[in-house]
């Protein structure tokens, strides 16, 4: 005789909870922009994003790096939500849509970044707090801003920078390196913000660079990286 307990219960919220999540993925739109050049996919982001209603998501996939990085400031000017993954060399966005308005700039104008794109090296650099080493606070959260801002100045830039912890709260708006992770964005610096640390934190709203990174493709980052600087 089946019997019908909590127990019971709760394995059958799991199961419909996931079944859910996995069929609303599968219902989302994708939009493919493999193979394309800057204005195409700007463009195919900008008509899916007004076709989308507020607080859905649709997916949108690209393998051009500068395709990357002018969709995610084309996005984050438009207060949309994203996150990101990267498999074989394609990236792929889900993008939520928060609000009602959509930025009436044209989208070739994200095709030239204001800084172009340096030389970078086979190293990634992890910032797990808003301040560096320890001791006194005030030493430590100057020397995170110097040691942000001279990256900067190297001759070989980080491929990756992924921050984690107490160190996405340098992501935020009103951060006082902020200007300098955008500038490090903008010379094709790929910037990961750990998607549960930004929730943890009530930042989903306030993170004003980079994309929000799953832990394991943050994981999948550093092990493949030649060197991981940890300041």
């Known amino acids: 005789m089946f019997t019908f307990n909590i127990s019971t219960f709760s394995t059958f919220q799991l199961f419909f909870s996931t079944f859910a999540h ?43 790096q500068t395709s990357f990085d002018n969709l995610s400031r084309f996005i984050k000017d438009n207060n949309a939500g994203f996150e990101v993954t990267k498999t074989d060399g394609v990236w792929t966005l889900t993008i939520t849509r928060n609000s009602g308005e959509i930025n009436k ?12 794109h340096f030389e970078k090296g086979n190293y990634v650099v992890a910032i797990t707090s808003d301040k560096m080493g320890d001791g006194d606070d005030e030493l430590g959260h100057l020397l995170i801003s110097n040691f942000i801002k001279a990256l900067k100045d190297l001759d070989k830039l980080p491929k990756h920078m992924v ?16 200007e300098h992770i955008k500038d490090l964005e903008k010379m094709g610096v790929e910037i990961h913000l ?38």
């Open 22 to 64: 996995h069929f609303n993925f599968l219902l989302m739109r994708i939009v493919d922009t493999k193979g394309q050049l800057c204005p195409a996919p700007l463009i195919a982001a900008k008509k899916a994003l007004k076709e989308t209603p507020v607080g859905e998501s649709f997916i949108l996939l690209t393998d051009n």
């Open 105 to 116: 700039t044209k989208a070739e104008e994200y095709c030239t970044p204001e800084i172009s």
């Open 163 to 178: 921050f984690y912890n107490k160190g996405v709260t340098l992501a935020i708006k009103d951060s006082p390196v902020i």
């Open 194 to 231: 750990c998607a549960t640390c930004i929730n943890h934190y009530k930042l989903e709203t306030s993170f004003a660079a980079g994309t929000l990174s799953n832990m394991y493709s943050i994981a999948e980052i550093m092990a493949s990286a030649g060197n991981v600087i940890r300041p």
